[in-house]
């Protein structure tokens, strides 16, 4: 529920990085430093609200990204081009596409969860949403440990004889940038299952 929150509180104040923004509500969408703010010091209902109003909009555009790479994915596979000196690669970019597509659906579910949990103001809730983002603390510091052996393995073989000598070095860059928000968003989950700890015990 709060990965989301973790993610856009990552991603606005936590190190998040918005998706494409298409069709997106915009106007409901902070920016990272006024998500930090709030994450930190909200108090009124009013402040629930905005955020409550950004994790929505926020989770439209993951929805966006998620349709973005889905359409990515059935391209490349309805061209593979079989002249091609690499007939695999085509499948080898949908699959990457579909990976970024189940990703991005799995944000914008967790965002609209964070959104969701703005709506409730009880001890337990507090409670549960702690417990929640404490595992995904874990999870955010596996997937970033998992990106940056990707990196490293891309940085040594890098195969110099390929049609594309820059290739694997482009993609130990992608990799290290997944790494690098995958730890942005384990720092964020961590500072917000600490406060909903304290919103718990001052309720």
């Known amino acids: 529920m709060k990965k ?5 509180a ?9 998706p494409g923004r298409s069709n997106a509500k915009t106007s409901d969408l902070l920016t990272p430093s006024q998500v930090q703010a709030l994450l930190t010091s909200a108090t009124t209902a009013a402040d629930d609200v905005t955020l409550q109003k950004h994790f929505s909009a926020l989770a439209d555009t993951y929805e966006v990204d998620a349709n973005k790479h889905a359409a990515e994915a059935q391209a490349n596979r309805d061209n593979p081009n079989p002249g091609s000196h690499f007939p695999g690669s085509a499948a080898l970019r949908a699959q990457h596409c579909d990976r970024l597509a189940e990703s991005a659906r799995a944000s914008a579910q967790e965002v609209r969860e964070l959104a969701s949990a703005y709506e409730q103001k ?4 507090h409670l549960r949403l702690r417990q929640y983002l404490s595992a995904l603390v874990d999870n955010y510091q596996g997937d970033a440990n998992k990106h940056a052996a990707e990196a490293q393995r891309y940085r040594e073989n890098w195969n110099p004889g390929s049609h594309f000598p820059g290739s694997a070095a482009m993609r130990a860059k992608h990799c290290d940038r997944l790494a690098e928000s995958a730890r942005n968003s384990a720092a964020g989950a961590r500072e917000l299952s600490s406060k909903h700890g304290r919103m718990a015990a001052a309720l």
Do not use: E, H, R
């Open 4 to 8: 989301m929150l973790v993610m856009l």
């Open 10 to 18: 990552l991603v606005s104040g936590f190190g998040f990085v918005l």
């Open 122 to 125: 009880t001890p337990a809730d």
